[in-house]
């Protein structure tokens, strides 16, 4: 099981790297295209593509998933091939419509949406109208791309994981197209990027066909009511929700506050969240993604002490990866958006200031990956309402905290905002699940956290060290930048595993044990393998 999952993980890891690499690439045709702080293009953009990227969220690779996958792993591995083809049906047809109904709302109501969640656009109304316009084009990627979510649903469940984690690599293709060519062509960077937006979501669904086909899982749409697991999909879903889109309902409301802010803060936002997310991309979501079904089976199963250990497993890999990534951001923040960003229209302030945003964003990616982690313990056991509530709880803290933090320290006090309310999250899911009893911690967390500390923060001073004076980069060229960053990357890398490894982690350790279960669904033997 421990080698399946961490290949699976591995394999959704490493298409999720192609994908995070070509994102990068997109970031740096944006920044050279549109910038941060120079004119309106770059803030009416990224409201706008923001917009259609949060309901895709909620509706497409959070809640829906959340809700579809239990479900699913259930027809899959109790009913006929008959029953599940019906149920599947039944589910595309009312979802399809719901999102038709949905996108043409929003395109509709475009100048009300861009009113409420940026409202400090008002002010400018050349930089709102545009945004209106921007939006109208990119708003329909909703219902494309949350039908390709409901694609990878499937195929996750049937343990194809590679597809689904390599299509959007198609978005940052198109976007990287839109702004080297169609950009220059019509004249308008933000217009060419939305039209952007829009074909690669026409792209990704096309791309799902072959592979749906293959595994014989190819929804036909209908429209019926009253089928049994279409309904406990949505019952699962309404609280999900807002549960699983809890870290974008806070982007959302912190977009909502920057708007008010000087040009430029909602891009540096982003630039920034962009840098967050490549590491939990690549791990947290890969790691996640593998383990909802997986779980959801051993709950199927009634395995409890397995899916305990499948969450102890996947945690103690959250703080093996994530604490170090986390330092690793802090300490090349500037050299990192140098690197990456520093061309065109985007200058040395534009670093500074997404520099800010990103040591606050770094801050809290242990708690974002341990959240997707701990939330997929209810999710698997088809319980939405418990994180929906402690979600609904976390929202408050980031609110209370962004207007706390917003006056002393502008942007960066927002997406520090964010960091300490997903700890809340993720602390209040965590005793959630342990006053559950269905997740009991194996013994060795106290050791597995100081040794993973004492390396992380060897790893820093070197990396800190190593990368020396911001005018080292903002100086050097472009060859010499790239060189300069994978050297200190590969580095860090070697010191902190050769930091675990000294410090007595060895990666035996790191095997989820086998479980034999008895007729009481409970372990009964265990292998050798010695917990960390």
């Keep these: 099981m ?26 740096i045709a944006f920044a050279h295209v549109i910038g941060a702080s120079a004119g309106i293009v770059a803030d009416a953009f990224y409201v706008a593509f923001r917009i259609p990227n949060f309901f895709r969220r909620i509706f497409g690779e959070g809640a829906f998933s959340q809700a579809f996958v239990p479900v699913y792993t259930e027809y899959h591995a109790r009913a006929s091939d008959q029953e599940r083809r019906a149920f599947l049906d ?12 949905v996108t043409i709302i929003g395109v509709i109501a475009a100048p009300l949406v861009v009113s409420i969640l940026a409202p400090g656009f008002r002010a400018s109304p050349e930089k709102y109208q545009l945004t209106v316009q921007i939006l109208r084009i990119t708003f329909p990627y909703l219902a494309f791309v949350s039908l390709v979510a409901m694609a990878a649903g499937i195929l996750n469940s049937h343990d194809r994981f590679a597809v689904p984690a390599f299509t959007p690599v198609i978005l940052n293709l198109c976007l990287i197209a839109a702004a080297l060519w169609l950009a220059p062509a019509l004249g308008n960077s933000g217009v060419a990027l939305a039209w952007g937006v829009f074909v690669a979501g026409v792209l990704q669904l096309l791309f799902q066909i072959p592979f749906l086909r293959r595994i014989r899982a190819l929804p036909r749409p209908r429209l019926a009511r009253g089928h049994a697991g279409v309904k406990r999909v949505g019952k699962l879903m309404l609280p999900a929700v807002f549960g699983s889109s809890v870290a974008q309902v806070n982007l959302l409301v912190n977009t909502l506050l920057a708007s008010f802010l000087v040009n430029g803060s909602v891009a540096w936002l982003y630039y920034s969240d962009r840098l967050m997310e490549f590491p939990l991309g690549v791990f947290g979501i890969a790691l996640a993604t593998v383990t909802l079904p997986s779980l959801s089976r051993a709950h199927v199963n009634k ?80 319980n939405t309402q418990t994180p929906a509530r402690i979600a609904a709880l976390s929202v408050g803290a980031n609110i209370v905290l962004s207007l706390a933090l917003i006056y002393p320290l502008a942007h960066m006090g927002l997406a520090l905002a964010i960091s300490l309310a997903a700890f809340v999250n993720a602390a209040l899911l965590f005793h959630l699940l342990r006053r559950e009893d269905a997740y009991t911690p194996l013994p060795g967390w106290g050791a597995l956290l100081l040794r993973v500390a004492v390396a992380s923060t060897v790893m820093g001073l070197a990396m800190t060290w190593g990368a020396g004076e911001l005018s080292l980069w903002t100086d050097a060229g472009v060859p010499a930048r790239i060189l300069r960053l994978g050297i200190l990357v590969a580095v860090g890398v070697v010191v902190y595993i050769a930091g675990i490894l000294l410090l007595g982690v060895r990666p035996r350790e790191l095997v989820l044990r086998r479980v034999q279960v008895g007729t009481n669904g409970r372990a009964t033997s265990h292998s050798t393998d010695r917990p960390l």
């Design 2 to 27: 421990s080698r399946k999952l961490l290949k699976s993980t591995a394999v959704t890891g490493s298409m999720t790297l192609v994908s995070r690499i070509t994102g990068l690439i997109r970031d």
């Design 90 to 101: 039944q589910l595309t047809g009312l979802f399809a419509a719901t999102l038709t109904l």
């Design 303 to 382: 395995t409890t002490d397995e899916f305990s250990q499948l969450l102890d497993w996947a945690m103690r890999w959250v703080v093996l990866v994530s604490v170090p990534a986390a330092v690793g951001l802090i300490a090349l923040a500037e050299p990192m958006l140098v690197t990456l960003f520093m061309y065109g229209k985007f200058g040395v302030h534009d670093v500074s200031m997404s520099g800010r945003a990103l040591i606050a964003f770094a801050l809290g990616l242990p708690a974002f990956i341990l959240v997707k982690i701990l939330a997929s313990g209810f999710y698997a056991r088809q």
